[in-house]
């Protein structure tokens, strides 16, 4: 079977692979690491977050730090399991070009 197959649409964007990747090694990140992590705007992280919380890949956990609020967001191991499934399939791509 042809590995491309096997990778999720959901993961085009560099922008959810970015966020992603900074969740796989990390329990939770806030909106503002996220946002300069990846040098972006704040609509734009949002619309990519909202995406992958509708499809069950994060989970968002909204809090206060005194009065202030602080938005994190964590993979969920839906979310984990869909990714690794992703990064296989480009690595067996990878492979079979060789």
Known sequence: MNPI????????????????????????VNF???KELLEITD???AS???????NNIIKVNKGFIGRKTNTTY???????K???AHI???EKMIRSTK
């Open 82 to 84: 869909v990714f690794k």
């Open 43 to 45: 609509g734009n992280l």
């Open 32 to 34: 503002n690491e996220l």
């Open 88 to 90: 296989e399939a480009l």
């Open 48 to 54: 990519h977050l909202k995406a992958l919380e509708e």
């Open 74 to 80: 964590a993979i969920t191991k839906a979310g984990e």
């Open 5 to 28: 197959n096997n990778l999720n649409k959901l993961f085009d964007s560099r922008v959810r692979l970015g966020i992603m990747s900074a969740l796989m090694v990390n329990d939770a």
